[in-house]
């Protein structure tokens, strides 16, 4: 129930298309869904976040869609970039709630974007 | 603003030795956290701290891993002895506040090869 599980495993994408990644969980008590970005050699770093009073969240070319009745939510890349190629995590918690609960992270999509 | 520092980037070792990671959080950040980073995986908690205590240490196998964290700054996460499976990136992590809901700021990590 603590889990995050995170498709596809990889993904190509075509310059200029949309990238779409999805996550899925079972513990309703989730009420934090970030998605993290890792380049090689690198750490990962906070993208985009959502809670699950709203249903899309939009920050430039990057939308997080949250469907609560499914315990879905998913990440969209529009017109994808060569420089988005990337390891992406999904994660959740129950932080909001109170007390404290640990970030769980998805297993990654690797992501190339080619020219 | 200097980010999470952590040293050293790489360390080779045969496996029942010991091995020894030091990292330095964000200025002013309270909270510091241990993951291991398995090749193909997501990030996992080991142990997180709030400032000198230990918040979190429920997925840190004790009988090899210790973590400490003197006056509330840098921490030393140490394996002993070490075995194959521990080979992975160990990610240090800070934050301001108790994390769950709030960004994760990264080192760029340790990777461990254990031969």
């Known amino acids: 129930q603590q889990q995050v599980k995170q498709s596809p495993q990889s993904l190509i994408v075509q310059k200029g298309g949309i990238s779409i990644i999805n996550c899925a969980y079972e513990n309703t008590a989730f009420d934090y869904f970030p998605w993290y970005q890792q380049f090689p050699g690198k750490g990962p770093a906070l993208l985009i976040a959502i809670r699950p009073d709203v249903s899309e969240k939009k920050e430039g070319r990057f939308t997080i869609s949250f469907n609560k009745s499914?315990?879905?939510?998913?990440?969209?890349?529009?017109?994808?970039?060569?420089?988005?190629s990337a390891t992406y995590f999904c994660a959740a918690s129950r932080g909001f709630s109170g007390g404290y609960n640990k970030l769980i992270f998805g297993a990654g999509t690797r992501l190339a974007v080619h020219p | 603003e200097a980010g999470v520092a952590q040293s050293p980037r790489?360390?080779?070792?045969?496996?029942?030795?010991?091995?020894?990671?030091?990292?330095?959080?964000?200025?002013g950040h309270a909270t510091l956290y241990w993951y291991q980073q398995i090749l193909g995986q997501g990030p996992k908690l080991l142990i997180q701290f709030q400032n000198n205590g230990v918040v979190d240490d429920s997925q840190l196998p004790k009988d090899r891993f210790s973590a400490e964290r003197l006056k509330g700054v840098d921490s030393t996460l140490k394996i002993q002895p070490a075995k194959l499976e521990d080979s992975a990136v160990y990610l240090c992590a800070s934050s301001l506040g108790q994390g769950a809901t709030g960004e994760l700021f990264f080192g760029e990590g340790s990777r461990l090869t254990v031969l």
Do not use: T
């Open chain 1, 70 to 84: 499914a315990k879905q939510f998913s990440l969209h890349i529009m017109d994808s970039q060569p420089g988005d």
């Open chain 2, 10 to 27: 790489y360390k080779i070792i045969e496996k029942r030795q010991s091995v020894a990671f030091w990292c330095n959080p964000i200025s």
